[in-house]
């Protein structure tokens, strides 16, 4: 830092908190640490005695913390967010609408890694209102070399590292599977609870059915259902590995490639994702996504209504956090299940 004489320190960073006095209305820091003085700032600055300041003399290859947050926010803001202002070398980011969040996580790991540079998400693949915050970000310093930036935005590869994706299906089919229901022995009250679920993401059932324990009733159904073209098909029931639990095999013989069959996340274990050629996704729901609150379904389900086909890889990567602790009150997603 060094020291200049404050009608000449226009364009520099102030090193310190600059306290204003005015007796009996304020006192407190009138410029803060970081300030770039201004010519407007030069007659208030008089005016509180300051005749000589102590500012940072930027160097070649050196940046502000304000301006770089702004690079920072320039690999991290996407369609959907909105920013805010740069305040005290920080900018945050919010959802400007309702979707899913993503974060990519690999990316965001090696750019934390290099020091003096931080950008802190809220966790990535849960789905956010408009107004959420999603993330912020700054330096560490008041002053950071230029490189470190360099090496971020390098990393970011042109590409903003966070996105804000809107739900795209619209449509749903669902198959409810068992002999009980289709006798009528039982009540079918899974189809409720999945109507509910699905208008969280602005998705209406279109078509719904009964079949039974047979398999070539679950695969006549499934048929009737992709002559629809919907964006989804939902097979509810008949997940297990007892002899009459037919739905994974008529998903399998309807067609469909699995990308699993099981996933490491309690409950939810015997969840099965599959996919059409026309890109259409199946599922095959085990019986706790009608009585838990919180799933395997809740943790997967918004990347799929926002278009996002998931690979075998985004269901094991569940396994760390996929327990869930059964807490009473269940406070989901406010909680560690997924995460």
Known sequence: MKLVRTEEAVGHVLCHDLTQIIPGEFKGPRFQKGHIVTEEDIPVLLSMGKEHLYVWELQPGFLHENDAAERLCAITLNDGMNRSEVKEGKIELTAARDGVFLVDSEKLFLINS?????????????????????????????????????????IADGAPILKLLPYKLK???????????YHGRIQDRF???????????GISVVFQTVAD???????????????????????????????????????????????????????????????????????GLPGCVMYAKATVFDLIFPRIAAGVRLTKKDFVELGEGGLCLGCNPCTFPHCPFGK
């Open 114 to 154: 290099i020091d003096e540079i931080t950008i802190a998400t809220r966790k990535g693949n849960f789905p956010v209102k408009a107004g959420d915050k999603l993330a912020g970000m700054r330096v560490i310093p008041l002053v950071v070399e230029e490189q470190k930036l360099l090496q971020a935005e390098s």
């Open 171 to 181: 449509t749903a089919a669902i198959i409810s599977t068992g002999s009980e229901i």
């Open 191 to 201: 189809t409720p609870v999945l109507i509910e679920k699905l208008k969280a993401y």
């Open 213 to 283: 324990d047979h398999a070539e009733n679950i695969i006549s159904a499934i048929e009737t259902a992709k002559k629809l073209s919907l964006d989804v098909i939902l097979c509810t029931g008949g997940m297990s590995v007892d002899p009459d639990d037919r739905t994974p095999y008529a998903i399998r013989e309807s067609g469909a490639s699995v990308i699993t069959y099981g996933s490491p996340v309690l409950p939810g274990a015997m969840i099965l994702l599959g996919y059409y050629r026309n890109g259409t996704p199946v599922l």
